[in-house]
């Protein structure tokens, strides 16, 4: 049973954002750009790992995904396949090319249009996850079980190649349209339960209740100050800034069309870039409001979460609601601690 469906990475909205907020000819932009297709193919493996999940069975199994804990360091699991007997890490990659996984280095060497580059070693990687899980669990006083790891390549395209001898690494590699498999031949090796009863869900909700949101500070990671922050509603139709505020609705006047809500995207994209609360004076200027008293209604119409009153008001955006579109009046007004 897939227990939460995977989100749009938030580093990916946020480098989306930032691209229409700052000028072509940035310094960063093409760095950014690069980045965002990245994250992008990415996200499409994990999509794509997602639809051969669903075919495992309901029952033993429970899926979570975009696991994030917080040890020392966060980590975050891909997906983490957790049934009565046993856990199971996975880590997922959407790469093009040959792969060569060196005995020797321990490193991968990527092979593209005869372009050979060093890329981080997705099996180092899954055994440091399996191993950061099994320390938070010590921590958090949780029965031990096996934990077991498999990187998962979300296309049969990605060619995998290794030393003479050292197939055994292939052990813990598939390609994703053979997972219901794999796991089926894991699963064969475990035949007693450690968590019996109702304890596979008290561990499934409790590590849902654990998980830590990221939410980077995209300006800093870039170091591209404010100021660099291009102002204004963006225009649904044509994606121009700023639209102009005129008779409770927004004109463009670059395609000369109307918007009644296109400031929602605005305070998305404020709470996606800025990682601070958002306050009538800033809703103002970051949407290049004239009028004071529009600057005050429209936010408070958003059902934001808020602390303080009238001119002390800050409005909130928790990270999870990021990513779920923002509707006037749909929410309910929640304070900042609920
Ligand atoms: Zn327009």
Known sequence: MIVNERSVPLPLLQREALLQRIIKSHSRHKDIEKELINWKTGFAGEKNVDYYLSYLPDEPYRIINDLRLKNKNTFQIDSYILSQMFGLVLEIRNIT?????????????????????????????????????????????????????????????????????NEHIFEHMIYAE??????????????????????????TDYLLSERIPSYPEILKTYSIPKSDILPGVQCPNCKAIPMIRVSAAWYCSWCRSYSKDAHIQTVRDYFLLMNAPLTVKEFQEFLLIEQRGVAKNLPHSLNLPSTGKKRTTQYFLHPDCILSPLKENARGKRGINE
């Open 178 to 203: 053979n997972l219901e498999e794999k796991v089926a031949q894991i699963a064969a090796k475990y035949q007693s339960p450690i968590l019996k009863g109702k304890a596979i869900n008290k561990l």
């Open 97 to 165: 090319g040959t792969l060569f996984f060196d005995k020797n280095t321990n490193g991968v060497i990527r092979t593209y249009k005869d372009i050979e580059e060093g890329i981080p070693n997705p099996l180092t990687q899954a055994k440091r996850h399996k191993r950061q899980l099994m320390n938070w669990k010590m921590m958090h006083k949780i029965t031990s079980m096996p934990i077991e790891y498999l990187v998962v390549f979300s296309r049969n395209s990605t060619i995998l190649k290794t030393n003479p001898g």
